[in-house]
């Protein structure tokens, strides 16, 4: 007789929690886009990078019973002081959504801002194909998600703050307000 559980595995509330948890504190949440002269491209990134190889194999079982697959590869650093670290990348439509629609109530501030963007895209997107032009709307979204990464350290380089430090006051003093 089967085993009739593997069939039908999903992930726990505990897991859901988790993986939350580890995307919230430790993930990145973002779009990336590549203009050329024939096509403009935006697809959503979603990244957790760690140096524990276990923690990388923990995201991806969780993602696997949601029935996501993402990509995972490791980066040597050239230096020996820094240890090897590995990235869980996932950028197909579907599998953003699925995720999302799954953890996105959890995360909070600025995670859970991008992850609404975010799905807002996806869902526009998810029923087009790739030759599809993007709509004002569209577009916008993705404007909305780089004017607010102004000033936020990317690879190294720091843009200009006063944008994102305004968008995060306004954010705190209504949390505040809450309290």
């Known amino acids: ?3 009739e559980t593997i ?3 999903q992930a726990t509330d505990l897991e859901i929690g988790w993986l939350a948890g580890i995307i919230d504190g430790e993930g990145y949440i973002g779009f990336s886009r590549q203009n050329s002269k024939k ?3 935006i697809r959503p990134d979603i990244q957790v990078v760690n140096c524990d190889p276990d923690v990388i194999l923990k995201i991806r079982k969780i993602l696997n019973i949601m029935g996501i697959n993402p990509y995972i590869r ?3 650093h050239d230096k020996k002081k820094f240890s090897s670290n590995y990235i869980l990348q996932m950028s197909r439509f579907s599998h953003v959504k699925k995720l ?3 953890i996105g ?3 909070t501030g600025e995670k859970q801002k991008r992850a609404k963007l975010m799905i807002e895209l996806v869902n526009s997107r998810i029923i087009k194909t790739k030759r599809d032009r993007y709509t004002d709307y569209e577009l916008s979204l993705v404007d909305t998600y780089f004017d607010k990464m ?3 350290k990317i690879r190294g380089n720091t843009h200009n703050i006063g944008s994102l430090n305004d968008y995060q006051t306004e954010d705190r003093a209504l949390a ?3 309290v």
Do not use: A, P, W, Y
Request: charged share 40%.
């Open 1 to 3: 007789m089967e085993d």
């Open 7 to 9: 069939d039908n595995q």
């Open 39 to 41: 096509v403009r491209s």
């Open 74 to 76: 490791e980066r040597m």
């Open 100 to 102: 999302i629609d799954t």
């Open 105 to 107: 109530h959890l995360l």
């Open 150 to 152: 102004k000033g936020v």
């Open 176 to 178: 505040l307000s809450k």
